[in-house]
């Protein structure tokens, strides 16, 4: 009798056991503070900032194993334009990443200037209706009263109207 064959996975198992090696030459534990950046510390600075490493400082060889360790250096790559703002934010940055962590694992920043890399978020293309597609969608939702339901189901029926126009071509 054959085994059962594995139920397909998602890569993200997988890419944190890839990533692990490399994130922890950098002094990052796992990779969710490159990935959690924009929310800690805010869109447009995350723009032109990039997180590159933690510097952890060495435990001395008498130090107790259960105690935590002493705070780490936060090494930042950002652009030049927004050092001095970054420079001055830098405690606000430090207690939401710590914040983030839930413990007081950050003590201070050091800044790197140099290029970032620019993670450039596409917006999917408007799909285009013939006006008799959009009129059909809009005899759909003409019954709804509130606004907002109104323009949700009008954009989703436009969007189903135009899935389904383009697998006909």
Not at 113 to 134: M, N, Y
Not at 139 to 158: N, P
Request: one cysteine or more; proline letters at 9%.
């Amino acid at each position: 009798m054959r085994r059962p064959r594995p139920l397909a996975r998602p890569l993200a198992e997988f890419l944190e056991v890839c990533l692990s090696p490399s994130l922890a030459a950098q002094g990052f534990a796992t990779s969710d503070i490159i990935m959690a950046w924009p929310e800690i510390v805010g869109e447009r600075l995350s723009g032109f900032t990039q997180p590159l490493k933690i510097e952890w400082k060495r435990k001395p060889a008498h130090a107790d194993p259960e105690a935590r360790p002493e705070p780490a250096t936060l090494v930042v790559r950002v652009e030049s334009a927004f050092a001095l703002e970054l420079q001055h934010m830098a405690p606000i940055i430090i207690d939401r990443v710590n914040t983030y962590y839930g413990w007081r694992c950050i003590g201070k920043i050091v800044l790197k200037q140099g290029p970032v890399r620019r993670i450039e978020k596409r917006k999917p293309a408007a799909p285009s209706l013939t006006p008799a597609e959009k009129a059909k969608v809009s005899s759909a939702v003409a019954g709804i009263a509130e606004d907002g339901l109104k323009a949700a189901l009008d954009r989703l029926g436009q969007a189903i109207v135009s899935s389904g126009s383009r697998t006909k071509e």
